[in-house]
T-cell receptor
Framework: DAGVIQSPRHEVTEMGQEVTLRCKPISGHDYLFWYRQTMMRGLELLIYFNNNVPIDDSGMPEDRFSAKMPNASFSTLKIQPSEPRDSAVYFC??????????FGSGTRLTVV | GQQLNQSPQSMFIQEGEDVSMNCTSSSIFNTWLWYKQDPGEGPVLLIALYKAGELTSNGRLTAQFGITRKDSFLNISASIPSDVGIYFCAGQLRGSQGNLIFGKGTKLSVKP
């Protein structure tokens, strides 16, 4: 298995632009998680899905953030409009039955 | 929200030395996991613990799930330069399905 695949690896965008981050979980995994990592706050859970259904989005910072999982093999995290304080590394992770996540390599987002 | 207190925050050691780090919480967990993150990559699972009192080894790494279910430690014996990275503990709360809470990490530096 290729593992959890995220794209792009790096994204630099101007403030106000829309940003879309993509994730392909490991085949057969039924949970998918979006995390944000910063020096100040560490790893923060943004949202997670079980069987493509959003279960807990209480970590999503504000309405500018949205996430979808249209099928078992794809999820997106969208920020619209982006702001400099959104700069961080965004990780996607997946697991089966909530047991020991596998993380992707992350997307480093810089908003200037 | 729930918190994991991970210590120490950073360590500078000489190659060959043993390392110990731990995580504590006021909450009860039914799973403890230890991850390592290399620069520019996502966290990678090192050891998973599922039972109170469980002691598990993975090569030079040893981790234990505390009897009270509120703490865990990770030991690395005879450290080598490639042990450098950030180590995270993560716990799944009792009664929670899928969602992990992460510690802030321990940054390990090894001097050859």
């Amino acid at each position: 298995d290729a593992g959890v695949i995220q794209s792009p690896r790096h994204e630099v965008t101007e403030m106000g632009q829309e940003v879309t981050l993509r994730c392909k979980p490991i085949s057969g995994h039924d949970y998918l998680f979006w995390y944000r990592q910063t020096m100040m706050r560490g790893l923060e859970l943004l949202i997670y899905f079980n069987n493509n259904v959003p279960i807990d989005d209480s970590g999503m910072p504000e309405d500018r953030f949205s996430a979808k999982m249209p099928n078992a093999s794809f999820s997106t995290l969208k920020i619209q409009p982006s702001e400099p304080r959104d700069s961080a590394v965004y990780f996607c992770a997946s697991t089966w039955a909530g047991d020991g996540y596998t993380f992707g390599s992350g997307t480093r987002l810089t908003v200037v | 929200g729930q918190q994991l207190n991970q210590s120490p925050q950073s360590m500078f050691i000489q190659e060959g030395e043993d390392v110990s780090m731990n995580c504590t919480s006021s909450s009860i967990f039914n799973t403890w996991l230890w991850y390592k993150q290399d620069p520019g990559e996502g966290p990678v699972l090192l050891i998973a613990l599922y039972k109170a009192g469980e002691l598990t080894s993975n090569g030079r790494l040893t981790a234990q799930f505390g009897i009270t279910r509120k703490d865990s430690f990770l030991n690395i014996s005879a450290s080598i330069p490639s042990d450098v990275g950030i180590y995270f503990c993560a716990g799944q709360l009792r009664g929670s399905q899928g969602n992990l809470i992460f510690g802030k990490g321990t940054k390990l530096s090894v001097k050859p």
